[in-house]
């Protein structure tokens, strides 16, 4: 079974170099608090290496990401 690693952004990139910031947008990272899966390679591994004081990271053995309900939005009249 491959191996995946889930990467969540957990700070901004805002202010930060350039390469930095490009790297976060080939992670597929926009918005604070957002998470990706990619398959565990060593290119991915020097990029999270580039941005570990942004994101964390975990392995994980299934490409699924767990979905939280969100609460249930009312309208008021």
Do not use: C, W
């Not at 999270?48 to 009312?74: C, M, Q, R």
């Amino acid at each position: 079974m491959a191996n995946y690693i889930r990467v969540q952004l957990k700070a901004s990139g805002i202010g930060r170099e350039q390469s930095q910031k490009d790297t976060l947008r080939a992670l597929g990272l926009r918005r604070f608090g957002q998470e990706r899966i990619h398959p565990d390679t060593p290119s991915l591994r020097g990029m999270l290496n580039k941005l570990k004081h942004l994101v964390s990271f975990e392995k994980s053995e299934t490409a699924e990401i767990k979905k939280t309900k969100k609460a249930a939005s009312y309208r008021l009249l």
